[in-house]
C-alpha cells in the first residue's frame, strides 16, 4: 500500500526551533538543538487503525550546527549527507517513520521569516505501514529561540 503523501497533503506554514538541551543520564552535555516542524495538512492515510482525517507534522532535529551562529541559516542546505546525525520523522500508522532529508534548503525571507524547499525520503517500510516514498514541499518558517 502507498500512502501517497505528495497528493494527498501539503505542508503548512513551520516552525524552526533553536533550543539548549543536556541530559547527565546519558552523558549528552548542554547541547544546542535546532528543530524544524512541519505540520501537513489533515490527510486520509488509507490505514483503517489510523483516525481520519490524520493530522500529523514532519519533525526534523539537527545538533551539530554549533559552528555557525543559531539564527543565521539563510543559505543552509540540512540533508542528511551533510548532516548524518540528524534525525527525522513522520508518524502515520502509528509508528514514528524515518525520514531521509535528500535536500533542505533555508533562504531568509526580507520579513525574518524564512522559505524552506525540501526533498525527503520516508521509510514506511521499516515499520510495516507501506511503501517508501519520497516527498517535496514548499513552506514557510518562523525561526524561535529560547
Known amino acids: 500500500m502507498k500512502i501517497d503523501l505528495q497528493n494527498k497533503t501539503k505542508v503548512e506554514n513551520g516552525v524552526i526551533e ?81 525520514c531521509d532529508v535528500k535536500e533542505l534548503k533555508i533562504s531568509k525571507n526580507q520579513n525574518g521569516s524564512y522559505t524552506v524547499a525540501g526533498e525527503i525520503d520516508i521509510e514506511f517500510e521499516n515499520e510495516g505501514v507501506g511503501k517508501n516514498e519520497t516527498f517535496t514541499f514548499q513552506t514557510y518558517c518562523e525561526y524561535f529561540e529560547t
Open 18 to 98: 533553536s533550543f539548549w538541551f543536556e541530559n547527565s543520564h546519558i552523558g549528552l552535555p548542554k547541547t544546542r538543538f535546532h528543530r524544524l516542524i512541519l505540520p501537513l495538512t489533515a490527510f486520509d492515510s488509507g490505514l483503517d487503525y489510523d483516525e481520519q482525517p490524520t493530522k500529523t507534522e514532519i519533525v526534523l532535529d539537527w545538533y551539530k550546527l554549533v559552528l555557525i551562529d543559531p539564527s543565521v541559516l539563510d543559505g543552509l542546505n540540512l540533508n542528511h549527507a551533510t548532516y548524518p546525525e540528524a534525525e527525522g520523522s513522520v508518524y502515520i500508522g502509528c509508528s514514528h517513520n524515518w
